[in-house]
């Protein structure tokens, strides 16, 4: 009996890591594709019996799992990706990144950039980005125009840039952003509100009422540093979070960015009201800002993303490698080898993650019926051997150099580590240009 | 006129960071080798009319730098990479990683485990690493087989293992590698007693007396975790640095691991005696044994080095992971953004590790003299873009997936991402072999 089905592609692999349901691990399974969707996840014997592909592609010594979800990123910074390493926080903001996005940040910039940042999060294996950045409706036009999934912020803050020249300038423009990409397969938008201490109390009740009309998440910088609470406090006579909370913010439309900086009572709070956390461990620990008590906030049930933050701070879009950095911080931040499991830290990087900025039942798991965003990951080389428990290998002992094929929506962006749809020779010739244009201005 | 000067290798490179002198980066410089040392550096316009090399290789999108050196591996446990995860210490080693030892660590394990771990540890730009395992023989024999640089323990403990049943055999065996590998130009050997707590009083007076009368490096676990120091408080009325004291063994040939546990006392203690201290800063996050002190260190004048800890407590033998992990670990914890640098990350991986193990001369720095152990790491994918700082890329940016090419002693051992004396296909089908027979044995 030939096969009767005609389907887009059939992807057969050694393994499968579907992350739903919990625990499973498919073996010798393919995962059937049409129309950008997962139609059928079957034995592949099976699977040949069943379907006719126009493209059957065979992973014979591959992992295959959901595209992961980079929960916080500046991608336009990728050009200024170490350009200012071993500061503090405040020399590292007044002195170096604040002067450079001044002199440079345009609407080129944040092509070029964002064109840099999404080639190198596809050739690691997030197919999804959640951003905040100056003119965000052309990073949702990179995205669009290379086919990645994004999560694009209406940024919000209260001192003039050459994006806009007042709150209300940037709402009005996210708004309208909003608007145009309401109906797209690949852009969503959020409020981004940049943080509690460079938005004012007005501007919070608005982003409320209206992240409230229209149920959109909240992305936004919180409790990131010690010196954030204290300015607060004399500022404001509380802690930020409880200015939020006086404002309506503090609820599950909520992703609260950093978070190193939280109460028992605070972390009590923020479960309670379903607020989801985005935990960048790199960035924290290279600015020094302070140690997210992930292995507390899990045990209260509250729900940890995992984010890059920008290239300023980190000093990669990596997110294998914060993947593990989260994994083995937990630890040692909670002193309990158990905290932040190999399986939680790769949920808390897909479905845990689309869950939280609204797109569960699109991605963030292979399952039936959501969108076919999937990475192929080798697991045959050298650094590969062995390999025992899945998600221990892809937590604790996979690169993203093993990442060879990647689909966002059916569509195959990534082919043996050579990106489909956009020329990687032409962004580096746009990165190094902004290099010596940068360098030169902060020599 | 034409060159006149025959030798060996001419390497023409964009960038070379010869980490000696301090601060200094070459840009268009090119490095003579003969008779696998380092014979000149010079501007790469000279060097082509000064020399005729048998072999002429040029980077021109890359950076050269010296190998890499792994301050402390259990090498051949790369067979048991990722194999218990999650688990805190104890359960760890007692109820998998010794029990997986009992059964399958004999000399084939060894030697297949160790040609695993030197094939990924060249593969990631590391030349030399400082090994403490059973049969050390055997990984001698696998190094100077493939041509890699190592560091072999004399390892000794007071339980029996199908490598030796005594104290007395550990150490005489060890003493007889010594002697069989004094002129090697890659082996060299140092004493290894495991840690205080498994070895004892009567070993460690031994050990001290040989070492001093050698003039030999002791590698040794010292203060891992909190429980150690209880249990030796119990035990020996003291902590176990105050007992290594006792016997003489805290001067400037101790490289003690871990040292998660220190007092003020203690830290003033081994800065003023000299002693060096081998931080495995994934490692300890991952089994939570505490975090490592490194900016006090520093401050102190204490020399640290960095090693990767064994597969089964990391996962994998990546050394820009670990200087990445140690450089960021280190400002979380001092909460100080300007901690571990990351020009003196990239030290403690080169020049200072040279020195602590006795290879200073040898080692660590590309400078005229010294051998040819040297890496080549490619700078113009998308992942490398842009690079401001050199050190700084290396240390935040540089997966080691971008070393290509690897020379010890003048040989080259990595050619575009391949092995040249040992085959990858073999290894991993030995590796897989591995990979059932203790899969088997653990479920």
Do not use: C, F, W
């Given at each position: 009996m030939s096969p009767t089905t005609a389907i887009q592609t059939l992807l057969?692999?050694?393994?499968?890591?579907?992350?739903?349901?919990?625990?499973?691990?498919?073996?010798?399974?393919?995962?059937?594709?049409?129309?950008?969707?997962?139609?059928?996840?079957?034995?592949?014997?099976?699977?040949?019996?069943?379907?006719?592909?126009?493209?059957?592609?065979?992973?014979?010594?591959?992992?295959?799992?959901?595209?992961?979800?980079?929960?916080?990123?500046?991608?336009?910074m990728a050009l200024m990706r170490g350009v200012a390493s071993d500061l503090s926080l405040m020399d590292w903001l007044q002195n170096h990144i604040w002067p450079l996005e001044k002199q440079h940040v345009d609407e080129q910039f944040v092509q070029d950039g964002s064109e840099l940042a999404i080639a190198e999060m596809l050739r690691g294996g997030t197919t999804c980005f959640n951003d905040m950045y100056f003119f965000p409706e052309v990073t949702a036009r990179v995205a669009t125009a290379i086919g990645m999934r994004a999560v694009i912020g209406m940024i919000m803050l209260e001192f003039p840039t050459r994006y806009a020249a007042s709150a209300e300038e940037y709402l009005s423009k996210g708004l309208a952003m909003f608007d145009a990409y309401k109906s797209d397969p690949l852009i969503t938008n959020v409020f981004a509100p940049h943080a509690p201490y460079t938005v004012s109390d007005n501007s919070l009740r608005k982003i409320s009422q209206l992240a409230n009309e229209l149920d959109l998440p909240v992305h936004m910088h919180v409790h990131e540093t010690a010196g954030e609470i204290d300015d607060s406090l004399r500022q404001y006579g509380m802690r930020p979070l409880a200015r939020l909370e006086q404002h309506g913010l503090v609820n599950p439309n909520l992703c609260g960015v950093h978070m190193?900086?939280?109460?028992?009572?605070?972390?009590?709070?923020?479960?309670?009201a379903g607020v989801n956390v985005i935990h960048c461990p790199e960035s924290n620990l290279k600015l020094a800002s302070g140690l997210c008590p992930v292995q507390a906030l899990q045990t209260a049930k509250v729900r940890v993303l995992i984010g890059t933050d920008s290239c300023a701070s980190n000093d990669d879009l990596d997110m294998f490698s914060e993947i593990r950095t989260a994994a083995l911080l937990a630890k040692g931040v909670s002193q309990d080898a158990t905290a932040l499991s190999a399986q939680s830290a790769i949920r808390a990087a897909t479905i845990d993650a689309a869950h939280a900025l609204g797109l569960g039942s699109e991605i963030g798991s292979l399952e039936v019926g959501k969108s076919a965003d999937i990475i192929a990951i080798e697991c045959n080389s050298i650094e590969s051997q062995p390999h025992f428990d899945l998600y221990s290998h892809l937590t604790y002992s996979t690169d993203r150099s093993r990442v060879c094929d990647v689909f966002v929506a059916g569509r195959q962006l990534l082919k043996d580590r050579t990106l489909t749809t956009t020329s990687e020779d032409d962004i580096i010739i746009k990165a190094k240009h902004w290099s010596d244009k940068i360098a030169s201005s902060s020599s």
């Open positions: 057969s692999s050694r393994y499968i890591v579907p992350v739903e349901p919990l625990d499973t691990v498919l073996t010798e399974h393919a995962i059937a594709i049409d129309n950008g969707r997962i139609i059928d996840i079957l034995p592949r014997a099976r699977a040949v019996e069943k379907y006719a592909p126009n493209t059957h592609l065979e992973y014979d010594q591959h992992i295959l799992m959901p595209g992961l979800i980079n929960a916080h990123t500046h991608a336009a190193t900086q939280l109460t028992a009572e605070e972390i009590g709070l923020i479960s309670a």
